[in-house]
């Protein structure tokens, strides 16, 4: 799909790898919503980029407040052409502590905001693409979901993470078939070790450890690489059904 004038929707825009992907695609010629809760710096974000970019302060584990969110961005832009699902977070908890058994609560909180609020805004984002006209490829949309590769190999203390983003990875395929008939695809990027908000909380030390452990480039993943690879899917018509690793050939060790 040619990203220069459709309407993008990122969630979790407004900073981190979300933040990198509204750039990319305000600098490709889209129109973009931003839906994040971070009221303040949304509105920076609009404010700095211009007519192109729409903030809507948005909770994408509350159902209302996602339709309210896409219903305002079609009254903005027209359309829904592509979605990325960057909102999301990660806890550090052993499954059975020195306090006892994980809470309950925390890991229901975390797969609600990861698994189920990605589900949220890709299911309601799809119902508005199908109302779009299909390009020459009879394509109408694109869904990209954000999951990790703690997926694939998560760490000590990731229990509730690695299950939440295993469901993101679990559910692309299926959704992709699902909406395969509407001219939709869908798919997913798993990334590795990246220099975010989420991370910027570890020590340092901490993050220079983990980078030696990248086999090439040996360095943390650069925001404008994960925005590239959005760029690239977007693009490519035989891309779906499928997650790819930004990782620089990493894999987890255990912590």
């Given at each position: 799909m040619e990203i220069a004038k459709r309407t993008a929707v990122v969630t979790g825009g407004a900073s981190g790898l979300g933040e990198g992907a509204v750039r990319m695609f305000v600098a490709e010629g889209a129109n973009v919503a931003?839906?994040?809760?971070?009221?303040?710096?949304?509105?920076?974000?609009?404010?700095?980029?211009?007519?192109?970019?729409?903030?809507?302060?948005?909770?994408?584990?509350?159902?209302?407040?996602?339709?309210?969110?896409?219903?305002?961005?079609?009254?903005?832009?027209?359309?829904?052409?592509?979605?990325?699902?960057?909102?999301?977070?990660?806890?550090?908890?052993?499954?059975?502590?020195?306090?006892?058994?994980?809470?309950?609560?925390?890991?229901?909180?975390?797969?609600?905001l990861?698994?189920?609020?990605?589900?949220?805004?890709?299911?309601?984002?799809?119902?508005?693409?199908?109302?779009?006209?299909?390009?020459?490829?009879?394509?109408?949309?694109?869904?990209?979901?954000?999951?990790?590769?703690?997926?694939?190999d998560g760490q000590i203390g990731q229990a509730a993470y690695a299950a939440s983003k295993a469901g993101v990875v679990g559910m692309t395929l299926p959704m992709a078939r699902d909406l395969s008939g509407l001219g939709i695809r869908v798919m997913a990027i798993a990334p590795g070790i990246f220099w975010t908000p989420l991370t910027n909380v570890l020590p340092e030390e901490h993050m220079k450890r983990l980078a030696e452990t990248i086999p090439f480039p040996r360095r943390a993943g650069k925001i404008d690489e994960f925005a590239r690879l959005v760029r690239d899917i977007v693009n490519n018509p035989y891309l779906n059904g499928e997650t790819i690793r930004l990782d620089g050939a990493v894999r987890m060790p255990p912590k």
């Amino acid at each position: 799909m040619e990203i220069a004038k459709r309407t993008a929707v990122v969630t979790g825009g407004a900073s981190g790898l979300g933040e990198g992907a509204v750039r990319m695609f305000v600098a490709e010629g889209a129109n973009v919503a931003i839906m994040d809760v971070n009221q303040e710096r949304g509105a920076a974000l609009e404010k700095e980029l211009g007519l192109g970019a729409f903030f809507v302060k948005t909770d994408v584990t509350d159902d209302e407040d996602v339709t309210r969110a896409l219903s305002a961005i079609v009254k903005r832009f027209g359309a829904v052409d592509c979605l990325v699902c960057c909102a999301g977070t990660g806890i550090a908890q052993r499954t059975v502590s020195k306090d006892g058994p994980h809470p309950l609560k925390s890991f229901e909180w975390l797969v609600k905001l990861n698994l189920v609020g990605t589900f949220n805004v890709a299911s309601k984002a799809a119902s508005h693409m199908t109302k779009n006209e299909p390009n020459q490829e009879g394509e109408r949309g694109v869904i990209i979901n954000v999951a990790s590769v703690a997926a694939f190999d998560g760490q000590i203390g990731q229990a509730a993470y690695a299950a939440s983003k295993a469901g993101v990875v679990g559910m692309t395929l299926p959704m992709a078939r699902d909406l395969s008939g509407l001219g939709i695809r869908v798919m997913a990027i798993a990334p590795g070790i990246f220099w975010t908000p989420l991370t910027n909380v570890l020590p340092e030390e901490h993050m220079k450890r983990l980078a030696e452990t990248i086999p090439f480039p040996r360095r943390a993943g650069k925001i404008d690489e994960f925005a590239r690879l959005v760029r690239d899917i977007v693009n490519n018509p035989y891309l779906n059904g499928e997650t790819i690793r930004l990782d620089g050939a990493v894999r987890m060790p255990p912590k």
